[in-house]
């Protein structure tokens, strides 16, 4: 059977990202927070624009203030008063200096900023009572970002630091890949939608839901196409379906042995190159990854099947594993595809039966500097979802560990 690293080497060789010039859309800033850059971004504007103050105080010339000491003040004339926003009337000339505010455009002939708790203010004299060092408290333009450098690379996600740049920078519209396109499938005679009353025997399809929301904070578009039964055609019709419409298809259930788990027979009947079928993981063993040609007209890239699990841990689970950083890849992302993984010291003992590498949920907790992982407590049956709440880590025991007793350090991927 496949190892973990063996499995995500596979999967991460299928997939082809999206393509720099066709898989791409132009967005308008407020719209491209959580967007990936589909190419690099270049400003004309120097950063600063030209040089400024970095403090509240006053701008002088350096040789008028270098002996300037609280016994031995120097006295300077202040000639004009710099508010940000505003532009500098008269040059400094020797002996005078300038009132200036934090982010104001610097006067010509000055070259450093005395900040105003080292002056003593009479009138329109001002007393330096300490010698700054040259160039103190100057931004100079361009000593920052210099217009026509690379601004932002392609292949980045857009958050909060990139939309600060990108606005100061007046880039208003942005070259984005587009979305990635995300079909969910669960099958199971047993399953029902959280709005339906339960009949005995039933119960609610929580995976499409899970899958739904990690897939929408991933950035996707998600296409939920439901439940569907233990029936052969039926299957049949929605992966069909799935397929043609979604960069990648998620299907949770069905993969197993049982006598009714036909997805595996059912790719094959489509089309589909099986790529994996079992994983040495716990949870999550049954893991079905395949393949299908894409036309040749429309594409070049491959669509991708998961077939998950069916029971809500393992479908989670594996999810975190294997899909999620295929669909970073996919998505344009350039670098960061393969999930964080931090040492953490644990506040229970881990057991796994040492067979396949295993997964322990629970809560990563950074305390006075040190990440320690709590195990989720209950049952850690892979059909135990309850205990799933909070979880924001997993704890890898290889194969081969059976134990990692309470206080040691284990490896714990960070999930969300
Ligand atoms: P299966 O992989 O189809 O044999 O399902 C394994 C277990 O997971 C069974 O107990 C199912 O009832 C349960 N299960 C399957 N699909 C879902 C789902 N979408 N949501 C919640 N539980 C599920
Ligand atoms: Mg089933």
Known sequence: MLSVSQAEAIILNLVQPLDHQRDT???????????????????????PHWDNSAMDGYAVRYTDVQHASSSNPAVLEIVEEIPAGSQ????????????????AVMPSGADTIVIQERTHREDNRVFILAAPKPQQFVRYKASFYQAGNQLLPAGIMLQAPEIAVL??????YLNVFRKVKIALISTGDELVTPDQPLKPGQI??????????ALVQMGAEVQMLGIVGDEKQAIQDAIAQAITSADITISSGGVSVGDYDYVEQILQLLGGEIQIRAVAV?????LTVATFAASAETEETPRLYFGLPGNPVSALVTFWRFVQPAIKKLSGLASNWETAVVSALTRQDLRSDGKRESYLWGKLQLIDGVYEFELAGGSHSSGNLINLSQTNGLAVLPVGTTLIP?????LVMQVS
């Open 406 to 410: 309470q206080g040691q350090e284990v």
């Open 25 to 47: 859309e132009v967005v308008d800033l407020l719209a491209a927070t959580g967007r990936i850059l589909a190419a690099p971004v270049t400003s004309h504007l120097d950063f």
């Open 88 to 103: 500098p009337q008269v040059p400094i000339q020797p002996g005078q200096a300038a009132r200036i505010f934090t982010g």
């Open 204 to 213: 609610v399809d929580s995976n499409q839901y899970a899958l739904f929301s």
């Open 167 to 172: 606005a100061a920078a007046q880039c208003n």
């Open 282 to 286: 716990k949870p999550g063993k049954p």
